[in-house]
């Protein structure tokens, strides 16, 4: 098992635009999402971009097949390898929600996303994926998405009235949430 560390806001490495993944099915690739996976089970993630480990790829990894504890509400989510992705909008609502995030530790903030996507992209085999989601899902799917094109959360948010400590906006789930 190897859980990798994982990048804090500041980091420029962050902010950077990702490169194609150019050779699928390979040992590498199979290697870096297995430590992808192990990472974001470590820190109960709903989802985690290699840029967020240093890795400057368009991979992202999301889902779970239990209950997170971060987000004992929300509904789950496949769990999903997506490489190349292309988010497509359907429609031009909107849906604000809470969003954190494993590189911006301790913080929370409401963010605005598309209400229904559909997304493309393919799996570490090559095998391409073709969904159209909407909901945590889509919320998901858009915040891992951004870390692609170095963009993290707080760049999304609105209203810095909501926009806080963890543990000062929820006290009852306290600062083990960060997404």
């Known amino acids: 098992m190897t859980v990798r560390n994982i990048l804090k806001m500041g980091d ?3 902010l950077q635009i990702a490169e194609p993944v150019t050779a699928f099915d390979t040992p590498e690739l199979h290697a ?3 430590d992808m996976r192990e990472t974001m089970a470590a820190v109960n993630g709903a989802g985690l971009a290699a840029p967020q480990i240093g890795v400057n790829l368009q991979l992202v990894i999301f889902g779970s097949d239990h ?3 971060r987000y004992p509400d929300r509904p789950l989510v496949a769990k999903t390898v997506l490489i190349n992705p292309v988010i497509t909008p359907l429609g031009a609502d909107e ?3 809470w ?3 494993l590189s911006v530790p ?3 903030g409401m963010v605005p996303r598309w209400a229904q996507i559909r997304y493309t992209g393919f799996d570490e085999t090559g095998l391409a994926i073709d969904r159209t989601v909407s909901g945590f899902h889509a919320r998901v799917v858009q915040h891992e998405c951004d870390h692609l094109i170095g963009k993290l959360y707080p760049m999304c948010v609105r209203d810095f009235t909501q926009f806080g400590y963890t543990d000062v906006l929820f006290p009852e789930i306290g ?3 960060d997404d």
Request: proline residues 10%.
């Open 67 to 69: 209950v997170n504890p």
């Open 99 to 101: 969003e954190g995030c």
């Open 95 to 97: 849906e604000q929600g």
């Open 12 to 14: 420029p490495r962050l």
């Open 106 to 108: 301790g913080l929370r």
């Open 175 to 177: 600062e083990a949430e």
């Open 32 to 34: 870096l999402i297995h």
